[in-house]
């Protein structure tokens, strides 16, 4: 019997612009879309600032690209990625993207994938421009994965929630089907709400959606025996 093969994701780091403490979490994440096969690291491997990375190269299996700093104020490493990505997209080997940087200069970049039809995903800091953000087809902050990872270790699961986050649910449920007992099926819900490209749920240290749901008292969770998952707004 023949074995399905896996989605080919390329993740390209900006090693300038990138915590090598998250490239564990990261890589989990990746493996949602399918197999991290293709991992460069961009950046001039000359600077003291990028040895953290230097020291993940040979643990996570990635490939660094040596960019040197020709001009003062000039960054080759964005161009460099750049480059590379087109030529991945355009050999059409490639079924996905993760990019990790908090730099605004990828926007471009991350349109263009999507509009062949492919996944980004965005990984950046807490600062990262809005503009990024939105471009990929999800965006998530690395501190935030990387503290839910030392909390889960810890053993102490759950996330902060904030008022904009509140709304966005309570939107995304307004707008699912219901059925007569008001409850709206999960999968839906969370459609809606993926549609805004910045909200991922493990930015707020919940793996899954239900995990987030069950936590908010504003919703009531139900299982029902065809193993769908409905919830219901309270209040």
Known sequence: ????EQPNIALLIDADNA???GIDPVLTVLAELGQVNIRR????????????WVDKMHRYGIEPQQQFDMTKGKNATDMKMTIDAMDLLYRGRVHGFGIMSSDSDFMPLAMR????????????GDKTPEAFRQACSRFIDVNALIKAEKEERKGDSGG??????TDLL????????????GYAKLSEVGQRAGNRSS??????????????LEAIPNFAVERRDNGQVWIKRLR
Do not use: C, H
């Open 160 to 165: 902060s929630l904030d008022a904009e986050l």
């Open 41 to 52: 690291a961009y950046g001039n491997w000359r600077k003291t600032s990028l040895k953290g």
């Open 19 to 21: 915590s090598p403490a």
């Open 1 to 4: 019997m023949a074995v399905a």
């Open 199 to 212: 909200f991922d749920t493990r930015n707020y240290g919940y793996a899954r959606l239900i995990d987030m």
């Open 113 to 124: 994938i999507r509009q062949d039809g492919y996944p980004v995903y965005g990984f950046g």
């Open 170 to 181: 309570f939107d995304a449920y307004n707008a699912s089907r219901r059925d007569e007992r």
